[in-house]
Every structure is written in structure tokens, then in C-alpha cells.
């Protein structure tokens, strides 16, 4: 069945330093979303990616959804401490299928 | 708008015992889904309906688990008997359609002793 990884699984950064971190899918994928869980909250959804190659950006967080549809980033510029928790992507299967949640990467920012 | 309702936020229950969740989504999303979230992992799909009718419950564990959405709004998830490696945080989640983005609710967190 479809496999979507994460990495990395942790991410630790001076608050104001960068932050990436990617999806990738065993196969070709519809659309991608990104959700971001806060500690003791449940995910909230930041962003759907449809087309290969979108780009796609909301304030200091940029998203790219991959030529091949088969992968995505999320990239935070400037980490504050509001970002920490752990963000999740989710890839929708070409064939009309269920998402498949990948099993994040938690980030903590210390000040 | 309000956002998904779920009930109860957490349950204790011993090994053998039977429990249920429920989930109302919100107004008008036609699909609702049955999530289970173990500690460090994502979440992973148990059930999906889309108005009453089930369209994906081929990772529910169907000896143990029950779910229904009879009027094709709330719903109620059960697991009869419970196991220990059944603790985890059991969310709902709705959506305008299948692919549609997903709200979840504040989710159930079980533990079974």
C-alpha cells in the first residue's frame, strides 16, 4: 500500500534559524496536505498542494509540491517560538483513495 | 462555524472492557472520518463514511471495532473487547468531500489499563 515518510522525525533550532522538512510518497500522489499539531492539540490544516510543482507560500512558511508528485517540503524562515509542534503532511493517492498521513516531524525552538 | 465534537475527552478503561466515542462533525460536511493517533506516530485512518454508507474501513480491526453514522451525521466508534495496545488518541475528523481538507476534533485520549 502507499508509504509516506517524513524527515526528519525531530528538528531542534535557535529561535530566528531556519526549518525544513520533507514528505516523500512510494507513489504518484493527487494532492498533498500539510497540518500542524500543537503539543496536547489535535492537527490543523495549513495548506493543500495540487499541481507538480506548486509552490505555494503563507507568511514565513513555504510549501513545494514536487515535478513527479511523489514528494513535498515545508519550509519556515525565521523560526519563532509560536512554531513549535508537529507538522504532518498527508498524500492523497491518484486514484481517488485515502490520504495517508506521514509520521511528522516535530520541531521545538528554543528562545 | 463550529468545529467537530467529540465526546468523551479521555477514558480509563481496564483490558476486556468495552468503550465508545462520539463525534459530531460539522454542519453539512457529508464525510466523516475515525482516526487513531498512537504517541509519536501520525494519525491513521480506521473509517471513513461519506453521508451514512461506509466508503473505507479496511484498517479497522473488525473484531474488536464498530463504527456507524446511522443518520449520516454523528457517529459513535466502539471497540469491545479493548486491548492494551489499544490506547491511543482516537480522532474525528470531517470534510466537505472526499480530498477536501480535514477538521478534526479534539479527540478522545484512551487509555486502557
Known amino acids: 500500500g502507499q508509504q509516506v515518510m517524513q524527515i526528519p522525525q525531530y528538528q531542534h533550532v535557535q529561535e530566528g534559524e531556519d526549518f525544513t522538512t520533507y514528505c516523500n510518497s512510494s507513489?504518484?500522489?493527487?494532492?498533498i496536505q500539510w497540518y500542524k499539531q500543537r503539543p496536547g492539540g489535535h492537527p490543523v490544516f495549513l495548506i493543500q498542494l495540487v499541481k507538480s510543482g506548486e509552490v505555494k507560500k503563507q507568511k514565513r512558511l513555504t510549501f513545494q509540491f514536487g515535478e513527479a508528485k511523489k514528494n513535498s517540503s515545508l519550509h519556515i524562515t525565521a523560526t519563532q517560538t509560536t512554531d513549535v509542534g508537529t507538522y504532518f503532511c498527508a498524500g492523497r493517492g491518484t486514484n481517488a483513495g485515502k490520504s495517508t498521513f506521514g509520521d511528522g516531524t516535530t520541531l521545538t525552538v528554543k528562545p | 462555524e463550529a468545529g467537530v465534537a467529540q465526546s468523551p475527552r479521555y477514558k480509563i478503561i481496564e483490558k476486556r472492557q468495552s468503550v465508545a466515542f462520539w463525534c459530531n462533525p460539522i454542519?453539512?460536511?457529508?464525510?466523516l472520518y475515525w482516526y487513531q493517533q498512537i504517541l509519536g506516530q501520525g494519525p491513521k485512518l480506521l473509517i471513513q463514511f461519506q453521508n451514512n454508507g461506509v466508503v473505507d474501513d479496511s484498517q479497522l480491526p473488525k473484531d474488536r471495532f464498530s463504527a456507524e453514522r446511522l443518520k449520516g451525521v454523528d457517529s459513535t466508534l466502539k471497540i469491545q473487547p479493548a486491548k492494551l495496545e489499544d490506547s491511543a488518541v482516537y480522532l474525528c475528523?470531517?470534510?466537505?468531500?472526499?480530498?477536501?481538507?480535514?477538521?478534526f476534533g479534539n479527540g478522545t485520549r484512551l487509555t486502557v489499563t
Open positions: 475528523a470531517s470534510s466537505s468531500g472526499s480530498g477536501s481538507p480535514l477538521h
Open positions: 454542519s453539512g460536511h457529508a464525510t
Open positions: 507513489t504518484t500522489l493527487s494532492n
